[in-house]
T-cell receptor, first 113, second 115 residues
């Protein structure tokens, strides 16, 4: 069964550094998403992406965040100038259409030191 | 605004007991989807079920069953004859069609099934 893959599984970065989290969505899916889960808390929506542009974003997704689909397969989340509070699990998800189940990757655990 | 409430933060049961996880939602949309996801200790999110707002039929899948009641805006999840492997955090989620694309997750219920 096709799945969403995320790399790396764990990223450790110094505060203030830039980090890029990578995702390969399921190949025929059209909608892409990033979510964040701070340890022990709920999963929070960051951004959705469709037709090569951001379609929706939350208040968490401020100017330090950006997303890109640099080619036909990858979907990336960039965090500029990371802060301690950016430490969390970041999940990528994709779906074929609105309302369809979003298939999640296994997540990237980001630790900011 | 869309909102999902899971009032039970943590539940502990003994193996073979039945357990029901509650989910109450709020939405402005007339067309929406409800989901349950399981997050085992390994951390990944596993899709369990999707329900659309026009389908109020209850669903059973093995030991899992779901009770969708639009009148009370609830979408409860029951595990029958629970097993230790059911221990996980369970998230209920809502996706509106007209007002937004993103999922809103509830805070989750941590289920511990003791042997």
């Amino acid at each position: 069964e096709p799945e969403v893959t995320q790399t790396p599984s764990h990223q450790v970065t110094q505060m203030g550094q830039e980090v890029i989290l990578r995702c390969v969505p399921i190949s025929n899916h059209l909608y892409f998403y990033w979510y964040r889960q701070i340890l022990g808390q709920k999963v929070e929506f960051l951004v959705s992406f469709y037709n090569n542009e951001i379609s929706e974003k939350s208040e968490i997704f401020d100017d330090q965040f950006s997303v890109e689909r640099p080619d036909g397969s990858n979907f990336t989340l960039k965090i500029r100038s990371t802060k301690l509070e950016d430490s969390a699990m970041y999940f990528c998800a994709s779906s074929y259409s609105l309302g369809q189940p979003q298939h999640f990757g296994d997540g990237t655990r980001l630790s900011i030191l | 605004a869309q909102k999902v409430t899971q009032a039970q933060t943590e539940i502990s049961v003994v193996e073979k007991e039945d357990v029901t996880l509650d989910c109450v939602y709020e939405t402005r949309d007339t067309t929406y989807y409800l989901f349950w996801y399981k997050q085992p200790p390994s951390g990944e999110l596993v899709f369990l079920i999707r329900r659309n707002s026009f389908d109020e039929q209850n669903e059973i899948s093995g030991r899992y069953s779901w009770n969708f009641q639009k009148s009370t805006s609830s979408f409860n999840f029951t595990i029958t004859a629970s097993q230790v492997v059911d221990s996980a955090v369970y998230f209920c989620a809502l996706s509106e069609v007209f007002y937004g694309q993103n999922f809103v997750f509830g805070p989750g219920t941590r289920l511990s099934v003791l042997p």
